[in-house]
T-cell receptor, first 115, second 114 residues
Framework: AQSVTQLDSQVPVFEEAPVELRCNYSSSVSVYLFWYVQYPNQGLQLLLKYLSGSTLVKGINGFEAEFNKSQTSFHLRKPSVHISDTAEYFCAVSEGRTGANNLFFGTGTRLTVIP | EAQVTQNPRYLITVTGKKLTVTCSQNMNHEYMSWYRQDPGLGLRQIYYSMNVEVTDKGDVPEGYKVSRKEKRNFPLILESPSPNQTSLYFC?????????????FGPGTRLLVL
């Protein structure tokens, strides 16, 4: 089974500053990588995903992530955060096998944007 | 509107009193799954289902049961709840594919077992 590590449990950042949320996963032949966001009192929704091709993936709300196979990382970035980005962010991995939809989640990073 | 619904959203119960949390999706998805979310542990999979009458254990199945009699519904059953099952529960669904499909999550059910 895959394991996913999100090194930072909490990240405070000032409004309009850049942010990077880190994610590392255990090595595998092929994986698909996801970032989900959970706004307060809501379910998770997909921010972006990497399946193949370009290693830089752009998602909703100005977020992007870069897949680095050699470092087994998939860090999430945003150049300028807004108050509305305050939420918990989860990195997740699935194995690239037919019918294997199971997601392995990290422990989450709580992003707090300070006015 | 495409969505995953869960009921109830909030539930307080006592140890040993059987309960069911319902999950329903209107997207004709084959795959459905239950997760629990606990502080510092992220989301952990309880059970999943690849299609009607096909279910399998996830990482933390102890104390839970599921059934998949219809494609749209995937209830989670706690036959004898215990305080360590106090948690936030999410149902999710997706199409079946090479695991690249986006999972769609319900709004969550917050359970407190006294």
């Amino acid at each position: 089974a895959q394991s996913v590590t999100q090194l930072d449990s909490q990240v405070p950042v000032f409004e309009e500053a850049p942010v990077e949320l880190r994610c590392n996963y255990s090595s595998s032949v092929s994986v698909y990588l996801f970032w989900y966001v959970q706004y307060p009192n809501q379910g998770l929704q997909l921010l972006l995903k990497y399946l193949s091709g370009s290693t830089l993936v752009k998602g909703i709300n100005g977020f992007e992530a870069e897949f680095n196979k050699s470092q087994t990382s998939f860090h999430l970035r945003k150049p300028s955060v807004h108050i509305s980005d305050t939420a918990e962010y989860f990195c997740a991995v699935s194995e690239g096998r037919t019918g294997a939809n199971n997601l392995f989640f990290g422990t989450g990073t709580r992003l707090t944007v300070i006015p | 509107e495409a969505q995953v619904t869960q009921n109830p959203r909030y539930l307080i119960t006592v140890t040993g009193k059987k309960l069911t949390v319902t999950c329903s999706q209107n997207m004709n998805h084959e795959y459905m799954s239950w997760y629990r979310q606990d502080p510092g542990l992220g989301l952990r999979q309880i059970y999943y289902s690849m299609n009607v009458e096909v279910t399998d254990k996830g990482d933390v199945p102890e104390g839970y049961k599921v059934s998949r009699k219809e494609k749209r519904n995937f209830p989670l059953i706690l036959e004898s709840p215990s305080p360590n099952q106090t948690s936030l529960y999410f149902c999710a669904s997706s199409l079946i594919g090479r695991s690249q499909e986006t999972q769609y999550f319900g709004p969550g059910t917050r359970l407190l077992v006294l």
